[in-house]
């Protein structure tokens, strides 16, 4: 007789304690279900401790008008708005800082740890001198430093620095900003359509490459397509082309857009500290690239710029994304520094809003909510930026 097997390719998985995963799976179940007793236990005593001390606890006043004024919105709202409006107005700021820090950041992070290899020995110090002093003064004191400079450095908005239709004064920076109408909005709904059509395009143009060589045209391509949607778009729309030009008021520099002192502050400190880190990642990515493969490029024809950007980058890709995720989590949860400055972002709402409510668990849980699910979204992007740049080996 022939003793039944298993056909290729496929395991029995079976929870059994003799096995390796299968005690892996159970301690995994078992620490979880203690996690979540632990916090069910602390949650009925903190319950019932409040409940003896006469303390309100739940979340019925996020429903309830928050009465108090924010600074710098990106809606608007109303004086019978509730704390939930708040909270969401705040989240907003935390992302607007670090959508923008982070992509800043990312541009000078690279460009100092770029740097850091020039053959020019001004640049090489000079991006060595930067690494060495942001990176060793505390983010905290950068960003006071900042602060007293747009808020006392810079002339008064009667005496703005004007370039063009942008003044740069103690009222902040204000620059143009579009009168928004529908073209607008359908030129953005082209933008995001070129978006997809570039994941898609890519994803194809890649098989193309693995079955036959032969590469296409990916960034010019996608690139037009984009632009060409959102023509298309602005063009559908009507093409409005009219500006909210900033000018100099009576009280304060009226009209177009404006970034407050309080937010440039906080996304100078922010920028400037987290890309002396990003810097050294990139430093230690491309010294993990071995001496061979500049060798190869240089013997290829290629110049030092085409060898970094064709060559070394893309493979040390592989060693730069999993701590550059990491820094990107860091500026996001630093941007609760912006309490110190006046910045309206989260924890500032929040510890505006427990100081009228009293509710201090409940608002500091929806501020950890809210930092939890950003850095569970960043790190997925993050993870399927690093597994789409890995290197396939055949």
């Avoid at 000078?108 to 002093?133: D, H, P, Q």
């Avoid at 177009?256 to 890309?275: D, K, R």
């Avoid at 709402?349 to 569970?376: D, P």
């Amino acid at each position: 007789m022939i003793e039944a097997r298993p056909l290729p390719g496929k395991k029995n998985r079976s929870i059994s304690w003799r096995s390796r995963e299968g005690r892996s799976v159970i301690y995994q179940i078992v620490a979880i279900l203690s996690a979540l007793a632990l916090v069910a236990l602390l949650v009925r005593n903190t319950l019932i401790n409040m409940r003896l001390r006469g303390i309100q606890s739940g979340y019925d006043f996020l429903l309830q008008p928050f009465g108090f004024d924010i600074s710098e919105t990106m809606i608007e709202y109303a004086s019978n708005s509730t704390y939930l409006m708040a909270f969401f107005i705040g989240m907003l700021n935390t992302l607007k800082v670090a959508v923008i820090g982070i992509v800043l950041a990312t541009l000078l992070g690279v460009l100092v740890g770029v740097g850091r290899f020039s053959t020019n020995f001004l640049v090489r110090k000079v991006c060595y001198a930067y690494v060495e002093f942001f990176r060793n003064v505390p983010v905290y004191l950068q960003l006071l430093i900042w602060y007293l400079v747009f808020t006392e450095a810079l002339p008064d908005f009667d005496k703005a620095w004007q370039l063009g239709h942008f003044y740069l004064s103690k009222n902040g920076v204000s620059f143009p900003w579009p009168v928004w109408q529908l073209g607008q909005t359908l030129a953005l709904c082209g933008l995001v359509l070129g978006c997809v059509f570039t994941v898609i395009y890519r994803r194809q143009a890649k098989a193309h490459f693995d079955q036959t060589g032969q590469t296409r045209p990916v960034w010019g391509v996608s690139t037009g397509v984009t632009v060409a949607l959102m023509l298309l778009g602005w063009l559908a729309g009507g093409a409005p082309a009219e500006w909210n030009l900033p000018k100099i008021g009576d009280f304060q520099i009226e009209d177009g857009g404006v970034f407050s002192p309080e937010f440039m502050a906080l996304l100078c400190g922010l920028v400037f500290y987290t890309a002396s880190f990003i810097a050294e990642v990139v430093r230690s990515g491309i010294a993990s690239v071995s001496l061979g493969q500049h060798e190869a490029a240089a013997s290829l024809g290629l110049n030092k710029g085409q060898s970094m950007r064709l060559v070394v980058l893309p493979q040390a890709l592989r060693v730069i994304i999993p701590p550059l995720t990491s820094q990107y989590l860091n500026l996001t949860k630093n941007s609760s520094l912006a309490v110190a400055i006046g910045y309206p972002e989260l924890v500032s709402i929040a510890n505006t809003t427990l100081n009228q409510t009293g509710r201090a668990i409940e608002a500091l849980s929806i501020v950890m909510l809210v930092y939890l699910t950003l850095s569970l979204i960043t790190s997925a992007l993050m993870n399927w930026f690093n597994a789409s740049a890995a290197i396939q080996e055949r």
